[in-house]
């Protein structure tokens, strides 16, 4: 059984406009959720994270929304650039639990220019 | 360069054949992983040290062995593997309680003949 699920796995975007990257998880006793970035040939690294206590954190070009009654997280990137296509990587975590994280199955991101 | 250093990048070997995936941080991370990723499946967690103790084995086939000497170190020994472990095998750190998740390396692509 998939805990986290990314079902979009690609998703092209016009340069400029906004890229909404979605992921859904089935675990209630996940508390803190991250973004992972993977160019090709390169290992995932850490975008941006939010704990459920919040509902959206931002960090410059990227917010990511929370929906806990939903269990539904959202990466928003505004305004989408070409450096900006890769895999991207929900993963989530429950921190009165085990080390580790769940991971997605990544949706490739394209930014056309 | 992101901290966590693998080797080899590219791995292929038969199946009666023994190999070793290296994995290094000075990040001064207490934890490590290793994780699998194949194609259109999410990251699949295969061991975790902690303060290099291993505290989680997800059901590892056993010709999968690792070993983690210190906190800057872990390996992963391969032994008569099958042509469907061939995948790419990230290895990860962090220190835990961080609210930055992982730092994972490049990877190893390992393709078994």
């Known amino acids: 059984d998939q805990q986290v699920k990314q079902n979009s796995p690609s998703l092209s975007v016009q340069e400029g406009r906004i890229s909404i990257l979605n992921c859904d998880y089935t675990?209630?006793?996940?508390?803190?959720f991250l973004w992972y970035k993977k160019y090709p040939a390169e290992g995932p690294t850490f975008l941006i994270s939010i704990s459920s206590i919040k509902d959206k954190n931002e960090d410059g070009r990227f917010t990511v929304f929370l929906n806990k009654s939903a269990k539904h997280l959202s990466l928003h990137i505004v305004p989408s650039q070409p450096g900006d296509s890769a895999v991207y990587f929900c993963?989530?975590?429950?921190?009165?639990?085990?080390?580790?994280?769940?991971f997605g199955t990544g949706t490739r991101l394209k930014v056309l220019a | 360069e992101t901290g966590v250093t693998q080797t080899p990048r590219h791995l292929v070997m038969g199946m009666t054949n023994k190999k070793s995936l290296k994995c290094e941080q000075h990040l001064g991370h207490n934890a490590m992983y290793w994780y699998k990723q194949s194609a259109k499946k999410p990251l699949e967690l295969m061991f975790v040290?902690?303060?290099?103790?291993?505290?989680e084995n997800n059901s590892v086939p056993s010709r999968f062995s690792p070993e983690c000497p210190n906190s800057s170190h872990l390996f992963l020994h391969l032994h008569t593997l099958q042509p469907e472990d061939s995948a790419l095998y990230l290895c990860?750190?962090?220190?835990?309680?961080?609210?930055?998740?992982?730092?994972f390396g490049s990877g190893t692509r390992l393709t078994v003949v």
């Open positions: 993963a989530a975590y429950g921190t009165s639990g085990t080390y580790k994280y769940i």
């Open positions: 990860a750190s962090s220190l835990t309680g961080s609210d930055y998740g992982y730092t």
């Open positions: 040290y902690s303060l290099e103790e291993r505290v």
């Open positions: 675990n209630s006793m996940f508390d803190y």
